[in-house]
């Protein structure tokens, strides 16, 4: 087993509404190993974007950390002050946003945002060297070194979000949290970058969280998946295993609610219910209102996330000993 | 099944990738801005601003001095002072009479004749003195009650010229056989035939001259006190959105009560306080705009920095002064520059206002408002007073609103929806 670069214990995020304490992600605890992808998937408003942006303790009021640990080298992340934590933020983490549209400057070129972005970090770098440095990287990237002198509305979608990549490229930060960076391509671009992504990983010793909502792309290129509900992990483990193997009712349906070819005009799935609303969660495992295989202790019990075969979690009461099972034995 | 997206003009994607001069030409056909109201403007804008850069190439005569016979209408020739010797004497001029003693020269009570034979004289001591000579043309002035009396005074040898209006003389020369009229006594301005296009006003000063040197007082007053508006609102703006909370909230509450005071009042309280001169003109004029900068940068500030390049750049450890100085601030620059321009049309007619009413600049200073407060007095008999300097207010003030509004609308058309 590889070794572990990010470790995320007890976190827990609220966001104060007028209505009260939305707990967006609650008591997550997730290990991420050196130089893998790890996809992290939910529907919209599971707190999976939460989740990423609290690993670089980017959350900015009205929402805070409540409790937790992220031990990143060595170090708990919550004990730093904001002045290491900079350092930390592009310098050894960094981070690809969902629109390559607006995550660039539009008044500054490209060169300067990269050029910036590596003086901020190593002060005594000349202008002329960094320079060289964007120059050399985004080349890597597949893009031309003249386009740097270009402003951000003159790229591709695609070409931004490589931009984007190669920010987070350009002080050799181990990992590299993306959240959602393909929502706004096409599938082409997509698919191209996705590649690229994997290339990057095996030339960079790079690990990535790739927070999405496409499955699609999660089994293409991920090698670990965890899958999100209601801010809490419901299952993770290895993508195959997950897609292959799902325990948990709730990727169960997630992964039948896809469409495929296999189909063959059969009606899609559809689960039933919406996600609950995080202001008033239900007591108990969350997913339990939505669950064909709810039991009377899913709703009075939360589950623990825990082990169903090897490395292979889930938060399931099927797969645990409860009194129930204990009875009906 | 996906809804249609709501459809979009054509120009509105191609608004962003083309350039500003680009941006102007093409406004009209897209969205029917009129390009021409931001090109008149900006001629109109051009031409005063080199008014008040240069107004000493343009304006004909010195505008604090009396340079020629009072509450002369506009194009009116005016009356030219003559000297009048007998004949024979070898006199061509007032030089000509230089000497040791005093020279007698008659004039007419109550005349423009003894001011313009004094000052000629002065003139002629000054030229000798540049001429390295240490003599001096001193002159007593004789009044009489009438022309003809002075020229009987002269005839009698009590005087040894005298000085009056040609076209009086030309009446009743012909009764003294024995005079002759050798020629005008006046500045050169009025003698060189450069005349006063727009009149003069009850102190002999030239009306265009001060109209022209009232632009650099006004362009002064405008640009400085807008740019010290800006010095002062565009930093608190950017810090009260882009801190935000408690801090946003008091600065927001001042700078509010600040707004809500009518800001003519708020000026002359300020300058009242102060005292005349230039400076504090401009200081009070500044107090009253600070809001409006504040208010337009702090709303930016604060859109701006919930964008995803802002926190794209958080990710990237920016700190909080990067971001304020390469992310917000250029991004709020455009709507300033709006604002500013549209402020300064504003500022001048504050000034305009304050200097009306009296307060802040020396009396002496060539200005609209001083001016058009003076013409007042006269607007009976001398409608040129009030009419030039009004329409230099109007035509300034116009100028740099339809830039304003024009620029406005082409940086930022999709304002007209709303």
Known sequence: ?329 | MTEAPPEVPVWRTDLERIGLVRRILRARRWYRADWWFVAISSVLVAGFVVLALVPGVFAPHDPREQVGPRLLAPGEAPELEALVVPAGSGVNELADLVSEERIKVGVVQGTPSSEAVRDAAARVTERLRADGGDERLRIRVVRHETLDEALRGLEAGETVAVVGSSSELARVLDDHPGLVMVGPVDGEGAVAGRGFPLGTNQLGQDVLSRLIWGTRVAFLIGFASALLSLAAGLPLGLIAGYVGGKTDRVMSLVMDSLYAFPGLILAIAITAVLGPSIFNVIVAIAVVYVPTYYRIVRGQALSVKEELYVEAARSLGATNRDILRRYVYPNVIPSVAIIFSVNVADAILTGAGLSFLGLGLPPDTPDWGIDLARGQENIQNAWWLITFPGLAVMSVVLAFTMMGEGLMEIFNPKLRDR
């Open chain 1, 1 to 329: 087993m590889s070794e572990v670069i990010y470790s995320i214990r007890g976190l827990s995020v609220e966001y104060a509404t007028r209505s009260g304490a939305v707990r967006a992600v609650d008591g997550v605890d997730l290990d991420i190993r050196r130089g893998e992808i790890l996809g992290l998937v939910g529907e919209s408003g599971c707190g999976k974007s939460t989740l990423g942006k609290a690993m670089m303790r980017m959350i900015t009021p009205p929402g805070r950390i409540v409790t937790g640990e992220l031990w990143f080298e060595g170090q708990d992340l919550m004990q730093l002050s904001e002045r290491k934590m900079r350092a930390i933020r592009g310098g050894r983490i960094g981070m690809v946003f969902q629109d390559p549209m607006t995550s660039l400057n539009p008044v500054q070129r490209i060169v300067d945002h990269l050029t910036e972005t590596i003086r901020t970090h190593e002060p005594s770098v000349t202008e002329a060297a960094a320079r060289a440095r964007a120059e050399e990287l985004v080349e890597r990237l597949g893009i031309r070194r003249e386009r740097l002198d270009d402003y951000p509305h003159q790229l591709s979608g695609g070409m931004r979000q490589r931009v984007m990549i190669s920010l987070a490229l350009a002080l050799r930060a181990g990992l590299v949290i993306a959240d959602e960076p393909t929502t706004s391509l096409d599938v082409i671009v997509e698919a191209k970058f996705l590649d690229l992504l994997r290339e990057l990983r095996d030339e960079f010793d790079l690990t990535i969280v790739l927070i999405t909502h496409n499955i699609g792309v999660v089994a293409e290129v991920a090698d670990r998946v965890a899958v999100m509900y209601a801010g809490r992990l419901a299952e993770l483990g290895d993508v195959l295993e997950v897609f292959g193997e799902p325990r948990h009712p709730y990727t169960q349906g997630l992964l039948q609610a896809v469409p495929n070819i296999e189909l063959d005009g059969a009606e899609l799935y559809q689960m039933q219910g919406s996600p609950p609303s995080l202001l008033d969660p239900p007591p108990g495992c969350r997913f339990h209102p939505r669950c064909p295989e709810a039991m009377p202790i899913c709703s009075a019990e939360t589950p623990a996330f825990q082990s169903v075969s090897g490395e292979h979690l889930a938060a399931c009461w099927l797969y645990q000993e409860h009194p129930e099972v204990v009875a009906d034995a």
